[in-house]
């Protein structure tokens, strides 16, 4: 075996330490909260008991369907659950940590390759949403591999890597929304570098432009769905600050000493394009990669501006392949490795060390993602509190009883909630023995109307009243 081939098994065998390293760091405590709203709305558009024209019907309210299909066909495998849907999407964030690997060894080297991987595997935006039920690491994953395969095309130009290319980017689009702010930055990206490079080679131009053709045309089917939601005039988004750079890279490091070390290697990468730049020796990767994270803020941001805000930190998970990216590369800037007070690679290993450290401390003390924490809403706690008392003479009541459903299934309850205002109220509470009014906290909730309260006083006294982080449960029995 030579020297060559052992790197290599030396290399695979550290990518598949981080790759363990990963999984630990997004299955420890799956479970720790039940699910929030936006995962409710992933795991009920995603029933096994509907079917697959009804999702795709429901992800013409979210997001484009790869998503909810997989998710689907893994629910009619594997019991509709907390866990089961949770793990799913932990399974679809590791190959995240793989493309980067990929895409460091492109940019740069191997060492580069390894450090992006292990940055993603400990990264706490990527880890936080790789446990819910929700699309982001699918986008990262489709994002950085579209990227991968648009710079592998201008360096290589070989016909696997266009096909490749069309497929991811395909992917990308009919997962995200966002995916169109990729597609769109890709071919600003092309038309910019055939300019530039002033590339005359016909038969490349013709492939290029036909793997965005097929690319394009993956998405066809979802372009109604599209023209209808450009007619939104108000979104749940709020305006964007002007701030939002700083506030952005903050939620994606989650931590100062991450963020201020992060800063700095980005900064060793920014000096050395500059001075490739102002020497003239501009690479196809600088400008790629700046294109990537400008482009995937400025167009979304421009349309905030022009329309309606868009522009969301979780949307921008198509720029954290990149903006972790620079981060890698900073390791292997010249600048580092001229450094003299301390060897290059012991420094390395000083960082890295620092970096997974400051994330145990995070994820273990600050933000707690591991232990018991309070959720933005507590569907799940409330749904036990009333299980206590559940039978088939029980009634629920809830302006929210779309989300209520999905615990109320998971642990098999007689009877779903309803939403008062499209009950027939008086006649169910007239054979009723039990009745529980769940009222939201968090947001706007209409509760019973005046009358349906007497009515319900009349019949029953309030037999316990108990308060969660988001809703206020009240239990009556009959007098």
């Known amino acids: 075996m030579n020297d060559t081939s052992r790197f290599h098994l030396k290399t695979?065998?550290?990518?598949?330490?981080?790759?363990?390293?990963?999984?630990?760091?997004?299955?420890?405590?799956?479970?720790?909260?039940?699910?929030?709203?936006?995962?409710?709305h992933s795991a009920v558009g995603t029933d096994p008991d509907i079917t697959v024209s009804e999702v795709l019907e429901y992800c013409k309210k979210d997001q484009p369907p790869v998503f909810f299909l997989l998710l689907h066909g893994w629910f009619e495998l594997f019991e509709f659950n907390d866990f089961n849907g949770r793990f799913f999407v932990l399974l679809t964030s590791l190959p995240g940590i793989i493309s980067m690997y990929f895409l460091g060894k492109e940019l740069k080297n191997s060492k580069v390759g390894l450090i992006a991987a292990f940055l993603t595997a400990i990264n706490y935006f990527h880890v936080d949403h790789s446990r819910q039920i929700r699309f982001y690491p699918l986008v990262f994953l489709f994002s950085s591999l579209s990227y991968l395969f648009f710079i592998r095309i201008f360096k290589h130009k070989r016909p696997v890597d266009?096909?490749?290319?069309?497929?991811?980017?395909?992917?990308?689009?009919?997962?995200?929304?966002?995916?169109?702010?990729?597609?769109?930055?890709?071919?600003?990206?092309?038309?910019?570098?055939?300019l530039w490079k002033k590339i005359k080679d016909i038969k490349f131009i013709s492939y290029s432009l036909l793997s965005g053709v097929f690319a394009a045309l993956s998405f066809a089917h979802w372009l109604p769905v599209?023209?209808?939601?450009?007619?939104?005039?108000?979104?749940?988004?709020?305006?964007?600050?002007?701030?939002?750079?700083?506030?952005?890279?903050?939620?994606?490091?989650?931590?100062?000493?991450?963020?201020?070390?992060?800063?700095?290697?980005?900064?060793?990468?920014?000096?050395?394009?500059?001075?490739?730049?102002?020497?003239?020796?501009?690479?196809?990767?600088?400008?790629?990669?700046?294109?990537?994270?400008?482009?995937?803020?400025?167009?979304?941001l421009l349309y905030s501006v022009l329309k309606i805000p868009m522009l969301e930190y979780k949307y921008t998970f198509i720029v954290v392949p990149a903006i972790i990216m620079m981060v890698a590369l900073g390791f292997e800037t010249d600048l580092f490795n001229q450094l003299t007070f301390v060897r290059a690679d012991k420094l390395k290993i000083y960082l890295v060390a620092i970096l997974f450290f400051a994330f145990l401390n995070n994820a273990l003390f600050i933000k707690t993602i591991y232990f018991v924490r309070y959720p933005p809403q507590q569907w799940r706690e409330v749904t036990r509190e009333v299980m206590k008392t559940d039978a088939k003479n029980q009634i629920v009541f809830s302006e929210y009883a779309w989300y209520f459903r999905y615990y109320f299934k998971v642990y098999r309850s007689f009877n779903p909630p309803l939403e008062p205002k499209y009950a027939d109220f008086n006649a169910l509470i007239s054979n009723a023995d039990s009745v529980w009014v769940l009222t939201s906290t968090s947001f706007y909730d209409e509760g019973l109307s005046a009358e349906q309260q007497k009515s319900l006083d009349e019949k029953f006294r309030l037999a316990d009243k108990k308060s969660f982080n988001d809703t206020i449960a009240k239990h009556y029995i009959r007098r």
């Open 12 to 40: 695979h065998h550290v990518l598949l330490l981080i790759l363990c390293l990963g999984f630990l760091l997004r299955i420890i405590n799956l479970e720790v909260t039940g699910l929030w709203m936006d995962e409710i």
């Open 162 to 194: 266009f096909v490749f290319y069309t497929l991811s980017t395909a992917a990308l689009l009919n997962t995200h929304y966002f995916g169109i702010v990729v597609f769109v930055s890709q071919f600003i990206l092309f038309v910019f570098i055939i």
């Open 226 to 300: 599209v023209f209808s939601d450009l007619g939104i005039s108000q979104f749940h988004i709020q305006p964007v600050t002007w701030y939002f750079p700083i506030q952005y890279y903050y939620f994606y490091f989650r931590d100062f000493v991450t963020c201020f070390l992060c800063a700095a290697l980005s900064f060793l990468v920014l000096r050395e394009i500059f001075l490739r730049m102002r020497s003239k020796i501009t690479k196809i990767d600088d400008v790629i990669l700046l294109g990537w994270i400008g482009l995937g803020f400025l167009i979304p």
